[in-house]
């Protein structure tokens, strides 16, 4: 698994360096060691317009286990068709760059800071305006280094994160497949610091959580009141079937935010649905960043700030959406039956399931189904083919009109687990007439150290979604307990009761529009 994942990033990183090789006309492109914060120094691209200052200037922090030469594509369309100045560079731990990398830490935001006072002493750049942008790793520090440095007026997060630990442990739920791509593509590329090697170390032993006492201070959700504070104009674009960074986490660092604000959500998984407009082609993402740069840097009149500011994609085929806030959609509650159906009512009823045997309903493999699922190719299963002994399955009644998931449904239940840790895996599926399921989003969920044999009340709000539901098709729920994607905690030979009370039902809540 790890070889494979090194590849893949090995293989992603030789077609950015040979995509974003040319330059516009019209700029120049050179290479810069640059001093970092202290001392280290940082491997950079310097990309400034022909012509006399002084421009607005943007500092572009490269990927994780990427280099500087990430961005020169849409670096070179942004200095030439805009007069930008540009300095992308690699963060501080991979490739040339000197240093550990310290995982968007408190060295990392000052190195971007350095960055900014090298590129206003030695380019024709103009310190009141000043901006940010990054994909992923970019992304994070970008937005954290405009919490703590004001003079950064305009930020650009392309799939980036908001909370880290919701990011790297999900519900007490260990992404272990995002983990190993995350470790297998860092020790590739980069030397690793005191705090990520302790994660890492955490993370073998199987106590992930004994690590992340690092997550809150690299957590941009932790510094929202700076952010307010500064006035920072924020635009967030992340996929939504992100494999490592999923969507929930921006949509709460986008209701915190105060000040100019724009979200955009689209298929795809994580850093592609931006990916080919880092290398300087056509792309809605990088089209819109240099439109909020346009207007929160150059002041230009474009409209940008009066359009409705939720941009949302939907899932499987469609045109962006426009919304004035995040959607207030009609929520659909369905009552979960002993029989396996969604009814009107809630009823009483107790059903156990084995723990810890897999079923053919999983969330399918990270980086590959999310992408796939950007082409509108979905993650699929025959609902039929479900193993009932081993999970929960409920299916609505067909809709006699097509409806559209738009948010953030949330599954209500009691659990009881006969083991003291048991991992949750809940999936809705639009169903087909012939059973067959495309996923439309999911969440786990991990009980620890549980008093076996006691009940559990479990409120599970899955990722936010927009997809259309046609016409004579399902919504399916199907819950179980084993996911390959993600480093479980449900033991062979344990079970898992569920139960629906009169005080207590079961219930799916579905936003519809």
Request: charged share 20%; net charge negative.
């Amino acid at each position: 698994m790890r070889r494979s994942l090194a590849v893949v990033t090995a293989v992603l990183l030789v077609f950015l360096l040979a995509a974003s090789a040319q330059a516009e006309p019209g700029c120049t492109v050179r290479s810069q060691t640059i001093p970092g914060a202290d001392g280290v120094p940082l491997d950079a691209k310097v990309v400034e317009p022909r012509g006399n200052g002084p421009f607005p200037v943007l500092v572009m922090p490269a990927s994780w286990s990427m280099s500087s030469e990430e961005y020169v594509g849409a670096a070179a369309k942004l200095a030439y068709q805009s007069g930008y100045v540009v300095v992308s560079y690699t963060a501080r731990g991979f490739h040339g760059s000197g240093g550990e990398v310290e995982v968007a830490g408190p060295a990392d935001v000052a190195d971007a800071s350095a960055v900014i006072d090298w590129a206003l002493e030695n380019t024709a750049s103009d310190p009141e305006r000043v901006g940010m942008a990054g994909v992923s790793y970019g992304a994070g520090i970008s937005v954290l280094t405009a919490a703590a440095d004001p003079r950064v007026r305009a930020v650009s997060a392309m799939s980036g994160w908001a909370d880290l630990v919701a990011s790297l442990y999900p519900n007490r739920t260990v992404s272990s497949q995002g983990a190993e791509l995350l470790l297998a593509s860092g020790h590739l590329t980069g030397r690793f610091g005191d705090d990520l090697r302790e994660l890492e170390r955490a993370y073998r032993a199987g106590h992930a959580e004994d690590g992340l006492g690092m997550a809150p201070v690299r957590s941009p959700l932790t510094h929202v009141d700076e952010l307010n504070g500064n006035g920072t104009a924020v635009l967030i674009a992340n996929a939504w079937e992100d494999s490592l960074f999923p969507p929930r986490q921006m949509v709460d660092l986008y209701r915190g935010l105060r000040g100019p604000k724009r979200l955009m959500f689209s298929p795809g998984d994580h850093a592609t649905p931006e990916l080919f407009g880092a290398a300087g082609m056509p792309n809605d993402i990088w089209e819109s960043t240099a439109r909020w740069f346009d207007r929160y840097l150059r002041g230009v009149d474009n409209g940008i700030d009066v359009e409705s500011p939720v941009q949302l994609k939907p899932v499987n085929g469609g045109t962006w959406r426009g919304y004035p806030d995040l959607p207030m959609t009609t929520v659909d509650t369905r009552y979960l039956q002993a029989d396996g159906s969604m009814g009107s009512a809630p009823v009483e009823w107790s059903r156990e399931i084995a723990a810890g045997v897999p079923t053919v309903a999983d969330s399918g493999a990270v980086m590959v189904n999310g992408t796939l699922q950007g082409f509108n190719v979905p993650t699929g299963v025959l609902l039929p083919l479900v193993d009932r002994r081993a999970a929960g399955v409920w299916t609505s009644q067909p809709y006699r009109t097509a409806v559209t998931v738009n948010g953030a449904a949330r599954l209500r239940t009691t659990i009881t687990p006969s083991s003291p840790d048991t991992s949750v895996f809940a999936y809705l599926c639009d169903v087909d007439p012939s059973g067959a399921a495309s996923l439309i989003t999911y969440k786990p969920f991990t009980v620890r150290d549980a008093a076996p044999g006691r009940p559990v009340e479990l409120d599970l709000g899955l990722e936010p979604t927009l997809w259309q539901v046609p016409a004579g098709h399902r919504i399916g729920l199907v819950v179980d307990t084993v996911d390959p994607r993600y480093q479980g905690r449900s033991s062979l030979g344990s079970n898992l009761v569920f139960d629906s009370t009169a005080s207590a039902p079961s219930t799916v809540e579905i936003p519809v529009e």
